[in-house]
């Protein structure tokens, strides 16, 4: 439960970046100043580079989030309840994500990932955000299993678990973005989720 201080917090986060969704997708990632940003959100441009370090940052807002979550997933798991279970449940939980995909789903993939997609600073951006969220998570994973971060076993299961993740909310948004109901994602994605962790689940399933 979020206190008052950090919900105000987390309000502000969400209302700056909602803002610099909008102006993207309406004017373009390089026509659309921080200023600019600022000004839509009604708060100082500094407010905005205390969320968010660069304009890059903007369209990457769940980034901090995702790290935690993952981490979580590996520590905070109850017990007896494996890795492999915990991050299909994890993943499960994307659906939660489908209003806010609704608001920046375009054609094809989705209005605000097809933008990152065109975009080499962008793309750039979301494999350095994609390394260190693997290099996180192989992190936990080492600490938990006592072994060596650049331990080859720790980096690929941390790698094969963060790739399942991006497939499967790419699944999810590409769905968002077709105009099915919610009713007919949360079916479509739960059957997909199950299909990749019963497959990993031969490889994995005892790890660690």
Known sequence: MLGLRELKKHQTRQTIAEAAYTLFSQHGFDDVTVDDVAQAA????????????????????????????????????????????????????????????R???????????????????????????????????????????????????????????????RALYRSLRQRVASGASDAVIVRGHRRDVNRVFDQLEAGLGSYP
Do not use: W
């Open 103 to 165: 608001r920046k789903a375009g054609a094809g993939s989705g209005g605000v990932f097809d933008l990152v997609q065109s975009h080499p600073a962008l793309l750039r951006k979301m494999h350095d955000i994609n390394a260190r969220l693997i290099d996180q998570l192989a992190k936990a994973l080492a600490e938990q299993t006592g072994t060596a971060a650049d331990d080859p076993l720790v980096g690929a299961v941390a790698a094969t678990l963060i790739g399942s993740q």
């Open 42 to 101: 009604q708060v100082s441009k500094k407010t905005v580079f205390n969320y968010f370090p660069t304009k890059e940052d903007l369209l990457f807002d769940r980034a901090e989030e995702r790290e935690a979550a993952l981490v979580a997933a590996v520590h905070d798991r109850p017990e007896g309840v494996t890795l492999l279970d915990s991050f299909r449940q994890l993943c499960l939980g994307q659906t939660r994500l489908i209003e806010g995909l």
